[in-house]
């Protein structure tokens, strides 16, 4: 039987960002089982360990870090900041806001608003089916392909021959608000739809090009084929590539492509762009804009975690209430930006309580809305 890691590796790996899902469960449930004396303990040591990092200078940090310092009873000490990145300023502070052991939230209004889970459904012919981590089953949509629905949250098209008798039928697999769900496509491509997104695609793949449509957002790992590129087409965005890992985010007012291995080639209007890993292409009616990308954030969903590096208070809510099912008024939320990284598995007011604690704010949820108090 493989041993447990003691909970000083498991803290190591949380604030170095190393911790695997598994590692996140066991370090939550040893938290919850220790007194809050040790664990003001190993956060007082963390913070203090000095180390050669770069400079940090930053408002929102020095906040939570104060924060941090009233926590665990000690006098802010500014100084000590300069000696932290803010991953680990911001990692910390998770530990001590993000648990409702330490702060409690008045659930008196609260309804029963719970995190997201495997679910979606399969739609063919205008007729659904009701796919999630319960569902298994198996059917042949066309005579060469196959379809396995799954207790692990996926769906499964594979190829078991070269006939191409009904391979340009269309399937529309959709997640609801609170939902995510992994697709395997005919050709090996894997597929995971984020919340509030959807995907057509035909059962199989046969011709000069492999064609789908996506909304919301999708993260892809492209099954390679020289011969057959793979379009992914969003908007009025074309992502073109021959195999490679991406992502697609067309939630906001524009289309965000990001690469993570290989190349894509983005099509928008009359504008073309080849982007490399790292960067991030950006569609919207100014053309194609091209950043760098904060790759371990955009990444953050797939793996169970929300990672918000620096973002908008009304981002970090846009992409909250699609996981957690709740809705918000746009022109009350005020100008500020948030440093999270939390398990999407996280309880609704534990949740809150880190948003009121590091943003100075108080919320207020009532029949699914959620409110600022002040």
């Known amino acids: 039987m493989e041993q447990k890691p003691d909970f000083d590796k498991l803290f190591s790996r949380y604030l170095s960002n190393q911790a695997t899902q598994n590692d996140l469960d066991l370090f939550f449930q040893d938290i919850k089982s220790m007194g809050e004396d040790k664990l003001k303990n190993y956060i007082d040591t963390e913070l203090r360990t000095e180390e050669p990092l770069p400079a940090v200078s930053h408002p929102h940090l020095q906040h939570i870090f104060t924060k941090i310092e009233e926590r665990i009873d000690r006098k802010p000490k500014s100084k000590l900041l300069l000696t932290r990145t803010w991953y680990k300023v911001a990692a910390a502070a998770a530990v001590v806001f993000g648990l409702s052991y330490l702060m409690f939230y008045n659930d008196t209004n609260q309804v029963n608003i719970v995190p997201g889970s495997s679910k979606a459904v399969l739609i063919i012919n205008n007729e659904e089916k009701v796919l999630d981590d319960k569902t298994v089953s198996s059917f042949s949509p066309a005579a060469a392909i196959s379809v396995t629905t799954a207790p692990d949250g996926s769906i499964i098209y594979k190829q078991i021959s070269n006939d191409t008798t009904g391979l340009s039928a269309l399937h529309t697999v959709t997640t609801p608000v609170g939902g995510f769900y992994k697709i395997t496509l005919g050709d090996g491509t894997q597929v995971f739809l984020n919340a509030k997104s959807s ?164 919320f207020k949820i009532e029949e699914r809305r959620l409110s600022i108090e002040n």
């Open 199 to 362: 995907i057509e695609f035909p059962v199989g793949f046969y011709g000069a090009e492999r064609h789908v449509k996506v909304n919301g957002e999708a993260y892809f790992k492209v099954a390679k084929n020289k011969r057959m590129p793979f379009i992914v087409s969003v908007g009025g965005t074309d992502v073109k590539v021959l195999g490679t890992e991406f992502m697609i985010n067309s939630f906001a007012k524009q289309t965000k492509t990001t690469l993570f291995e290989g190349s894509v080639q983005l099509n928008y209007l009359s504008k073309r762009q080849i982007l490399i890993p790292g960067e991030e292409g950006i569609s919207d009616q100014n053309g194609i804009l091209v950043n760098q990308a904060d790759t371990a954030a955009t990444l953050a969903w797939t793996n169970g975690l929300f990672v918000f590096n620096d973002q908008p208070l009304i981002n970090v809510l846009h992409e909250l209430s699609r996981w957690y099912d709740f809705t918000f008024d746009e022109e009350s939320i005020p100008n500020k930006r948030l440093y999270i990284r939390l398990n999407r598995n996280t309880a609704f007011k534990d949740v809150l309580q880190m948003l009121q604690t590091t943003t100075g704010l108080t």
